[in-house]
Structures are given as structure tokens and as C-alpha cells.
């Protein structure tokens, strides 16, 4: 019984990746719907940012998603997941990610990984934690330097 609750919690995380990923094809926030994406996640989804980050914070519900990627969006230019390793036990997955991305208001490009602690109850995501190795070189990479001062 195990087995299918973690087939089916990897099916659910791979299939919101890749609509993820569609959205953020389409011109995602502010240009594609997301609803597409919305099914994957509870009405009350909870999803907390390292506040180091440009889009730090703690997101919640389905608005607080499209924020969220609103937010993102502004800071970053690209960014695609290129590999995951999956670990699925219960309720609990655990999303390690390789990201390259370019920022925004710098064209910096950045590659890192992140690391995602995942909650599923009824088929959908309730909570989301990632965790940077480096949220300083991260929100450096998304800042434009200031003007010098005359």
C-alpha cells in the first residue's frame, strides 16, 4: 500500500513540475492562468521563502501562490530546473533540484540547487519549505548595485 501512496505523490509532484513549467512557458504571472497549477495545490497551501530572498516570505493559499510567482518573476529572467532527485515517504516528499537562472535586474547567471520539503494530504501540496545552500549570493545576484554617490 505504501508503494502506491509513493507512486502516486511522485506522479503528483512530476506532473506539477511540468505544469509549472508550462506556466512559466506561457509568460506565467501576470500573462498565463494559474489554473492550470491550482489542482495540485490545497486552498490553504502554505509556502515559506528564506526572507534573504527577493521573494522571501511566507505565501499563503492560492493567491498567495500567484504572488508569489509574481514576485519571482520580477527577480528572475529564466529559471530551469534541469534535474530532480525525488524521495517520497508518506505525507512527506523530499525535491532536490539543480536550477540555472538568470536575474533580472542584473543578467546574472546563477546555477545552484535547491532543496524542497514537500507536504501532500489528499492528493495535494499543503506546504512547501525550500532551503538555499546560498540565499546571500542568490539575492546579490537578483539587486541592481546602487549608484555611486557624487
Do not use: K, N
Not at 75 to 91: I, K, Y
Amino acid at each position: 500500500m505504501a508503494t502506491t501512496r509513493t507512486t502516486d505523490t511522485t506522479t503528483l509532484l512530476h506532473r506539477m513540475y511540468e505544469a509549472e513549467a508550462a506556466y512559466l512557458a506561457a509568460g506565467g504571472p501576470g500573462v498565463a492562468s494559474f489554473a492550470p497549477l491550482a489542482p495540485f495545490f490545497a486552498p490553504d497551501v502554505v509556502l515559506h521563502q528564506a526572507a534573504a530572498l527577493p521573494y522571501g516570505g511566507t505565501w499563503h493559499g492560492h493567491a498567495g501562490m500567484t504572488d508569489f510567482f509574481l514576485a519571482m518573476s520580477a527577480a528572475w529572467e529564466a529559471f530551469d530546473m534541469l534535474e530532480q532527485e525525488f524521495l517520497v515517504t508518506g505525507e512527506t516528499a523530499v525535491v532536490l533540484t539543480q536550477v540555472r537562472a538568470r536575474a533580472r535586474a542584473t543578467g546574472r547567471e546563477l546555477a545552484f540547487p535547491i532543496l524542497q520539503m514537500i507536504t501532500i494530504r489528499d492528493g495535494r501540496i499543503t506546504e512547501v519549505r525550500p532551503f538555499y545552500w546560498d540565499t546571500a549570493t542568490i539575492a546579490e545576484a537578483c539587486t541592481q548595485p546602487a549608484a555611486p554617490e557624487v
